[in-house]
């Protein structure tokens, strides 16, 4: 799949390159490197596969769709029907349920990598990625900490695919006098599960799928959660009418303009679900599928949350002023007794940290030109993960992007073998 390259250092040696490429291993990819090993990079992984373009995937964690292994709570599940989450050309389990488990969805893609004979490098982190105009090859620069004592290595390649996708970095607001609180403090993504929240007044920042599910599992766990909603959020029921409030505004988008699709769903929601405002969740101007496709805000798919927010269970509560000693001041002047903090503050992406380029994508990380185009960059540069439209967006991109590659690879090499065909010719006409 790849082979290293024992006399690329001669070759760069007059080219004025940097000091510490002699430093390192250096390895020439015959085709693309993926960085992550995450859903997007196994479904781009997969489609080179079927195509015969060989490939190399760095993943810095030691195994596949690490987010999903390492930094989620024990009672997740897909938000949205499997149909919808599945990657190319590998459908589910028939007998997984409508919406699967954490760990049904880990067990899948592990299955999708072995299906497809996909082994990325794990314990390898990127440093450093950069387009190399006098060779016209991207540099990508890892460290690799799988033994005792970490090395370096080079890739070269023609290709580079950017996988680690919108999630890639817990995000941690600073928030005044947190460092003085005392308590326990976590994000998110380091939560499992209420049970040692037993008991505890627990401040929830955040009121996104993670901040009203994570509130629902400790109040499970009979912990007393308050939810910080410091803006509006729209929450709709994850199915209207027995089917999949998803699926359901998928199928109407195909027959009807994107604002009327948003009535119909609030007009469903108000019905299902009533005035939420009276409990602190106000709706924002903007319907929830234009905001999603304008901001990239996800709205929020109610799975038992809203009833312990009616009981009172779940207590919502304003923005945050600051923190003292086991105790949080709000914007409103009201002050709580906690004992513990949860940042459901969501994610972000770290592609600014090592990805040297700056057309390609924005500085928060993000391609700049939005879904559909957002999945092709100069010289060989390629992005998966970052639609804001899930798994399904991801897989889209994904085939695009395999798609493109193979075409660009198999050009080049029968331009190489042409190549080398008349070369030989030429030789041979010399005796």
Known sequence: MYNTCLDIPNMFQTSGADDDFFARRCIWVNGPVIVGAGPSGLAVGSGLMRQGVPFVILERANCVASLWQNRTYDRLKLHLPKQFCQLPDFPFPEDFPEYPTKYQFINYLESYARHF????????TVQSAKYDETFGLWRVKTVSTSSSNPSEVEYLCRWLVVATGENAEKFLPEFEGLQDFGGRVMHACDYKSGESYRGERVLVVGCGNSGMEVSLDLCNHNASPSMVVRSSVHVLPREILGRSTFELAVTMMKWLPLWMVDKILLLFSRLILGNLEKYGLSRPCLGPLQLKNTRGKTPVLDIGALEKV?????????GIKRFYRGKVELVNGEILQIDSVILATGYRSNVPSWLKENEFFSEDGIPKNQF???WKGNAGLYAVGFTKRGLSGASLDAISVASDIARSWKEETKQKKITVAARHRRCISHF
Do not use: A, C, M, Q
């Not at 009616?310 to 304003?318: A, C, D, E, L, T």
């Open 310 to 318: 009616r009981s009172g269970k779940i207590k919502v509560v304003p």
């Open 117 to 124: 004979n996909i082994n990325p490098h794990f314990n390898e």
């Open 372 to 374: 559909p185009d957002g």
